[in-house]
Structure formats: structure tokens, C-alpha cells
């Protein structure tokens, strides 16, 4: 098939694909988006901001999949994936409700604080579920199975994430985040993003079977232990003194700082450590 005519197919499906994924937000979300835009309430908006851009990353890792030389039948397959990752993205928000943030109602600190702490919680953790489901629906691993045993790795270490960073910083993130501290929402989020990155390289792993691609994964999740501890060290004391107690006192700027930093650490991670010479 012409290049172009493919290329625009594949844009139209992907419209579709985002348009599906709203109507499936609006479902299981505690709240519609266009009734949110009406009452100019853009609390809420923020976290289906970050879903909606981790759905994209989704349909981006389901593109980018293998190619099995037949258009009709990569078109398939995309749309397949495409459906189980929006499925997937739109589980995280549930398991963030249900499990994540389960001392409080974010609903309530959404649509009737307008905390835009929790906001910036949620958006984060659709982006980091958006960053590890593309990788999942990515295909290297052969098939949906392979995609849910990640899938579900990945939110398993991202609730124990949540547990170590609630140990290592000198304040409780539930009790931060239910008094509106946006800058411990606005950090939080940006460390849970770091870790969707550093969990997506792991999942894409090119390695040629399943043990050597299990091995790679857990050897890659080994350097979230030292990402963690190693970047706040730098922050607090080089970049920013004192960060802990400047976003316990909810200063924003401490907040974006983290943020920022803890993703910028990522990224380096991302495209200069790699490890399959160690398997």
C-alpha cells in the first residue's frame, strides 16, 4: 500500500482509538470531562490531561510494534493492542483509587477541594502507566499474555514504590496530600513518572527469550534503588537545600524542582544504562 495513504489510515484509527479511550474514561472516572470543562473546574482536567497523553504513548508502542509485512494485518494487530492498553490505562486509574491513595477519597479532593495535588497524582501515574503498557504492547514478547505479566510486574513494583518513598521522606504523602500540599502531589508525580521510565526500559528489554528477558527486567528495576535515594541526596543538597522541608511546607517551586530532576535522572537512565552485556 502507498506510504501516505497507510500513514494517514493509521492517523484516522489513532483518533478513533483517543476518541474510545475518552468514552471509557468518562465511564469509569468519578467524573465527565465536559461537564468539568463547563463548570471551568481544572483540577480534575489535569489528571485526564495526563491520561490522555499516556493513551498516546500507548498507541505510539503499539505502532511501533513488529511488522508483519501485510498492512491489513498490522492494522489488526494495532487496534488489538491499542484496545488493551486503553483497557489497561484506564485499570491504573481504579488501582490508583482503590490501592495507590486508598486513605482518602480523590474524588472528593478533586471535584470538591479542587486539590490539585492529587490532580497532579493521578496525571503521573497515567503517564507512568502509559510509558509501561506501550512498552508492553510493544510486542517484542509475543503476544497478550507476555502483556498482562508485565502489565501487572509493573503495577505491583510501582504500589511498592509508593511504600518506599512514603518511608524515606520525613512526611506522610496521604496526610500531605488530603491537607491540598500541591508540591508534595507535584513531587510525588514526577518520581512516579521516573519510575514508568525507568519500567519501560525494562519491559522493553531486547533480549531473544523469556529468561534472559526476566533477568534484564529485574537487573533494570535493581537501579530504582539507587535512582531514589541517589537523586534526592543530589537535590536536597546541591540543587535545593532543604527540599524535604520545602515541599512539606507545600513550596511549589521545591515541588517542580523534584519533579523535574527526578525525570531528567530518568531519562539519562533510559538512553545511556544498559545492561543486557550483564545477561
Same mark, same amino acid.
Given at each position: 500500500?502507498?506510504?501516505?495513504?497507510?500513514?494517514?489510515?493509521?492517523?484516522?484509527?489513532? +483518533? @478513533?482509538?483517543?476518541?474510545?479511550?475518552?468514552?471509557?474514561?468518562?465511564?469509569? !472516572?468519578?467524573?465527565?470531562?465536559?461537564?468539568?470543562?463547563?463548570? #471551568?473546574?481544572?483540577?480534575? @482536567?489535569?489528571?485526564? +490531561?495526563?491520561?490522555?497523553?499516556? %493513551?498516546?504513548?500507548?498507541?505510539?508502542?503499539?505502532?511501533?510494534?513488529?511488522?508483519?509485512?501485510?498492512?491489513? $494485518?498490522?492494522?489488526?494487530?494495532?487496534?488489538?493492542?491499542?484496545?488493551?492498553?486503553?483497557?489497561?490505562?484506564?485499570?491504573?486509574?481504579? @488501582?490508583?483509587? #482503590?490501592?495507590? /491513595?486508598?486513605?482518602?477519597?480523590? !474524588?472528593?479532593?478533586?471535584?470538591?477541594?479542587?486539590?490539585?495535588?492529587?490532580?497532579?497524582? =493521578?496525571?503521573?501515574? *497515567? /503517564?507512568?502507566?502509559?510509558?509501561?503498557? &506501550?512498552? +508492553?504492547?510493544?510486542?517484542? *514478547?509475543?503476544?497478550?499474555?507476555?502483556? $498482562?505479566?508485565? *502489565?501487572? &510486574?509493573?503495577?505491583?513494583?510501582?504500589?511498592?514504590? %509508593?511504600?518506599?518513598?512514603?518511608?524515606?521522606?520525613? *512526611?506522610?504523602? =496521604?496526610?500531605?496530600?488530603?491537607?491540598?500540599?500541591?508540591?508534595?502531589?507535584?513531587?510525588? &508525580?514526577?518520581?512516579?513518572?521516573? %519510575?514508568?521510565?525507568?519500567?519501560?526500559?525494562?519491559?522493553?528489554?531486547?533480549?531473544?527469550?523469556? =529468561?534472559?528477558?526476566?533477568?534484564?527486567?529485574?537487573?533494570?528495576? !535493581?537501579? @530504582?534503588?539507587?535512582?531514589?535515594?541517589?537523586?534526592?541526596?543530589? /537535590?536536597?543538597?546541591?540543587?535545593? #537545600?532543604?527540599?524535604? #522541608? &520545602?515541599?512539606?511546607?507545600?513550596?511549589?517551586?521545591?515541588?517542580?524542582?523534584?519533579?523535574?530532576? %527526578? $525525570? +531528567?535522572?530518568?531519562?539519562?537512565?533510559?538512553?545511556?544504562?544498559?545492561?543486557?552485556?550483564?545477561?
Amino acid at each position: 500500500m502507498n506510504p501516505v495513504l497507510s500513514s494517514l489510515i493509521y492517523v484516522f484509527v489513532s +483518533c @478513533i482509538m483517543l476518541f474510545i479511550s475518552k468514552v471509557l474514561f468518562d465511564i469509569i !472516572a468519578p467524573f465527565k470531562v465536559n461537564e468539568q470543562v463547563k463548570e #471551568k473546574n481544572t483540577t480534575p @482536567i489535569i489528571a485526564f +490531561c495526563g491520561y490522555w497523553v499516556g %493513551i498516546t504513548f500507548v498507541l505510539i508502542g503499539a505502532f511501533a510494534g513488529p511488522s508483519n509485512q501485510v498492512f491489513k $494485518i498490522d492494522l489488526l494487530m494495532y487496534v488489538l493492542y491499542a484496545l488493551l492498553g486503553i483497557v489497561l490505562v484506564n485499570l491504573s486509574g481504579f @488501582i490508583t483509587d #482503590k490501592i495507590m /491513595l486508598n486513605r482518602f477519597s480523590t !474524588a472528593k479532593e478533586m471535584l470538591e477541594d479542587k486539590n490539585i495535588g492529587t490532580a497532579a497524582v =493521578h496525571a503521573g501515574f *497515567y /503517564l507512568a502507566t502509559g510509558l509501561i503498557v &506501550a512498552a +508492553c504492547v510493544n510486542g517484542e *514478547y509475543g503476544g497478550l499474555l507476555s502483556s $498482562i505479566i508485565y *502489565y501487572l &510486574a509493573g503495577m505491583v513494583f510501582l504500589f511498592i514504590f %509508593i511504600k518506599i518513598y512514603d518511608l524515606i521522606t520525613p *512526611y506522610s504523602i =496521604h496526610e500531605e496530600l488530603e491537607k491540598d500540599n500541591y508540591s508534595v502531589g507535584i513531587a510525588l &508525580a514526577g518520581n512516579v513518572v521516573a %519510575i514508568g521510565l525507568i519500567l519501560m526500559k525494562a519491559t522493553l528489554g531486547d533480549v531473544s527469550d523469556w =529468561h534472559r528477558g526476566l533477568v534484564l527486567y529485574f537487573v533494570d528495576l !535493581a537501579s @530504582i534503588i539507587l535512582l531514589l535515594p541517589a537523586v534526592r541526596l543530589i /537535590l536536597g543538597n546541591v540543587i535545593v #537545600k532543604n527540599i524535604n #522541608k &520545602a515541599i512539606k511546607e507545600n513550596n511549589v517551586a521545591a515541588g517542580l524542582i523534584e519533579f523535574i530532576g %527526578i $525525570i +531528567c535522572f530518568a531519562l539519562i537512565i533510559f538512553f545511556m544504562v544498559d545492561f543486557s552485556a550483564l545477561v
